[in-house]
């Protein structure tokens, strides 16, 4: 048994790269050491909060003497693929149906919100458009903590929620669908060069829920990219040119996956695979009537409890799918 627990430990520690934790985890506590640190609260929290998952899966690497705690590890493992830690940019979209499938993107929007309080991570929501009467259109969330992508990455396709809409006086049962995407924040994509010539960027008045201003100069900005037809708006910020810099790391990370989809396209279509469409795939029901259920359909994880799902309680689903992923 011993021998058994030292052989996976051993293995663990290349996995889940213990040395360049160690050294991230040193970098990230000079950095936290130096006298200005505090003056960017943002950036500060974000590193606090890496330091201290570093920490975590360090010091249960350390310790780990046990079958429960190498299980622990283990699953800290299925957060080996590429740009697993990195901090996620996911998009709510809601679905044809009007007021119904806007009112359930802002649930999502909800959820995710929700998640990322449990989860500790910080959650920046980016830009929303507002539905006409209820909800919203659409919606980017920055969702900022080590394996943030790893966790959301599990999201990425089409939530559909059967329920009496509160909107129909005849209280019909009414089925609406939402597309949720994810793409990691590449910290490499400032590398990439965006060509002056092919991008519009637009200043504008940013705006609150209802419409009413939130601030009296033009700090939100919208930027165009021609070749992908890409456009990220931002408007969180106060500051002009801090909008700008988000905005233009969002387009950066998104060229970057669709470049990597690309390839990864061209390299299946010369192994014969094929790649599906995302949009036509439904991912998981939420069904609130007649009966209570939500179901994920390509690990078979249930719930029966679908207020807490709602309320953030989404572990469950992203675990099955990480197993699934990695089996």
Known sequence: MEEDILRR??????????????????ATQKMMSEPDFWQDQKKAVEISH???KLSEIIDLFEKADSKEEIDKLEFEALYSAENDQANAILSIHAGAGGTEAQDWAEMLQRMYLRY????????????????????????????IGLNAFGNLKSEAGVHRLVRISPFDGSKSRHTSFAL??????????????????????DVFRASGKGGQGVNT?????????????????CQDERSQLQNREKAIKILKSRIFEIQEKENKAKESELK?????????????SYVLQP?????????????????????????????????????
């Open 9 to 26: 430990k051993k293995e663990l520690e290349t996995l889940l790269k213990i040395s360049e934790k160690r050294e991230q985890l040193e």
């Open 272 to 284: 014969g695979e094929h790649v599906s469409a995302e949009w036509g795939s439904q991912i998981r």
């Open 180 to 201: 949720v995407e994810v793409i990691p924040e590449i910290e490499n994509a400032g590398a990439l060069e965006l060509d002056p010539k092919e991008i519009r960027i």
């Open 116 to 143: 990322s309080e449990r989860k500790g991570y910080s959650a920046e929501v980016v830009d929303t458009s507002l539905g006409e009467e209820a909800g919203i259109k659409s919606t980017t969330i920055r969702i």
């Open 217 to 233: 100069t033009d700090s939100a900005v919208r930027i165009t990219h021609f070749p992908t037809k890409l456009v990220v708006t």
């Open 50 to 52: 890496k330091a201290s």
């Open 291 to 327: 009966y209570q259920l939500v179901k994920d359909n390509r690990t078979g994880v249930e719930s029966t409890d679908p207020k807490s799902v709602l309320d953030g309680e989404i572990d469950q689903f992203i675990e099955g799918y990480l197993r699934k992923m990695t089996n």
